[in-house]
Antibody
Framework: QITLKESGPMLVKPTQTLTLTCTFS??????????VGWVRQSPGQALEWLAI???????RYSPSLRSRATLTRDTSKKQVVLTVTNMDPVDTGTYYC?????????????????WGQGTPVTVSS | EIVLTQSPGTLSLSPGERATLSCRAS???????LAWYQQRPGQAPRLLIY???SRATGIPDRFSGSGSGTDFTLTISRLEPEDFAVYYC?????????FGQGTKVEIK
């Protein structure tokens, strides 16, 4: 059974750094084609994928995050960590950890086969 | 960037009725690169359809996807009570892989 579970702070102040951890089970992040990433759902906005790290160590980031986001992976712990610097109130939303299974090729075109339950994050002073 | 427009915004139907949801892209999308998700209240989205018409594992066959180019459709043949939810399309043809704004299917 595939599970993904997010953990992290529910409240951060503007300009602070957000660190979210996704702990997963039921698959290996080094299996060909697999990617683990993050999708955000902000109030009144469309879903938006933020970042994905793939089985081959390639990573992709949404242009909307510019250079603020970093993904790291710990295969032994089965965790992926998202770090976003300089948080702003517009970054408020629910952050979902997601599993990509169609990332086998050099051109990455991800859809999201499995989702965690999500973790709410509010950015406010 | 390919922008997706979903219509209608809200669909009011009764259980047992057929639901037809539209997703229109601002540019042509390869027919392989369109997905649909369902989000029930208080839950995470769930993948229903990928590659325009392939059902994800465990998805009932009352859900079907079709389309090509810029026009795509999700059809629910007979609505069950658990199908009243919000549905999102997503294109993954362009690098940003954007989602539509969603269609809410509500009980009439």
């Amino acid at each position: 059974q595939i599970t993904l579970k997010e953990s992290g702070p529910m409240l951060v102040k503007p300009t602070q750094t957000l660190t979210l951890t996704c702990t997963f089970s039921g698959f290996s992040s080094t299996t060909r084609g697999v990617g683990v990433g993050w999708v955000r759902q902000s109030p009144g906005q469309a879903l938006e994928w933020l970042a994905i790290i793939y089985w081959d160590d390639n990573d992709r980031y949404s242009p909307s995050l510019r250079s603020r986001a970093t993904l790291t992976r710990d295969t032994s712990k089965k965790q992926v960590v998202l770090t976003v610097t300089n948080m702003d109130p517009v970054d408020t939303g629910t952050y979902y950890c997601v599993l990509v299974t169609n990332g086998a090729f050099s051109i990455k075109r991800p859809y999201f086969a499995h989702w965690g339950q999500g973790t709410p994050v509010t950015v406010s002073s | 960037e390919i922008v997706l427009t979903q219509s209608p915004g809200t669909l009011s139907l009764s259980p047992g009725e057929r639901a037809t949801l539209s997703c229109r892209a601002s540019q042509s999308v390869s027919s392989r690169h369109l997905a649909w998700y369902q989000q029930r209240p208080g839950q995470a989205p769930r993948l229903l359809i990928y590659d325009t018409s392939s059902r994800a594992t465990g998805i009932p066959d009352r859900f079907s996807g079709s389309g090509s180019g810029t026009d795509f459709t999700l059809t629910i043949s007979r609505l069950e009570p658990e199908d009243f939810a919000v549905y999102y399309c997503q294109q993954y043809h362009s690098p940003r892989g954007m989602f539509g704004q969603g269609t809410k299917v509500e009980i009439k």
